[in-house]
């Protein structure tokens, strides 16, 4: 069965470090790989995603995320963290069906220390 | 109004009401989604419609019934609900449902069932 981990529950970083957040997936195959973040009392918002060709994609808000096929893994990282970036960020596969079939992982908290 | 909007933002219920949630969007999209988001569990798809007509119904228990009346609304009527369904219930769209498509989401319902 297709699955999404996020191995880290809840991460604290400081204000201007440097963040990985970590993604398996489990699928047959090479789905499309998203990440949202959602800020309190907030829906999801899409960061970036891949669907094929360059593994190392860029999206908003300064984050990047590489697609590494033989780990099945898509890390999010940001150089420098802002107050700002703290709150919940979710990984996710698109699975290759007739529709738009999005399956989401646990979340990751993220606190950020001035 | 721009993007999905969601009403209302709360709803408390005991288990004997009917209710229903609404969600509208102003995107032109004509795929639109219901997700639950538990307290530490991953968010879960609940139903999918493309293009008006219902294409997941995601083994969800029939006191949840979904309606989706035009690609710019969509519904949630929901009856004797039990205490565990309280969650935050998010309405999402994407442009025309094929696999990849970036949802965009609803800040949600937070529902409470007494």
């Known amino acids: 069965a297709q699955s999404v981990t996020q191995p880290d529950i809840h991460i604290t970083v400081s204000e201007g470090a440097s963040l990985e957040l970590r993604c398996n997936y489990s699928y047959g195959a090479t789905p499309y790989l998203f990440w949202y973040v959602q800020s309190p009392g907030q829906g999801l918002q899409l960061l970036l995603k891949y669907f094929s060709g360059d593994t190392l994609v860029q999206g908003i808000k300064g984050f990047e995320a590489e697609f590494k096929r033989s780990q099945s893994s898509f890390n999010l990282r940001k150089p420098s963290v802002h107050w700002s970036d703290a709150a919940e960020y979710f990984c996710?596969?698109?699975?290759?069906?007739?529709?738009?079939?999005?399956?989401f992982g646990p979340g990751t908290s993220l606190s950020v220390i001035p | 109004e721009t993007g999905v909007t969601q009403t209302p933002r709360h709803l408390v219920m005991g288990m004997t009401n009917k209710k229903s949630l609404k969600c509208e969007q102003h995107?032109?999209?004509?795929?639109m989604y219901w997700y639950k988001q538990s307290a530490k569990k991953p968010l879960e798809l609940m139903f999918v419609y493309s293009l008006e007509e219902r294409v997941e119904n995601n083994s969800v228990p029939s006191r949840f019934s979904p309606e989706c009346p035009n690609s710019s609304h969509l519904f949630l009527h929901l009856h004797t609900l039990q205490p565990e369904d309280s969650a935050l219930y998010l309405c999402?769209?994407?442009?025309?449902?094929?696999?990849?498509?970036?949802?965009?989401f609803g800040s949600g319902t937070q529902l409470s069932v007494l």
């Open positions: 996710a596969v698109g699975l290759k069906t007739s529709y738009d079939k999005v399956i």
């Open positions: 995107l032109g999209h004509n795929a």
């Open positions: 999402a769209s994407s442009q025309d449902g094929r696999p990849g498509g970036e949802l965009f």
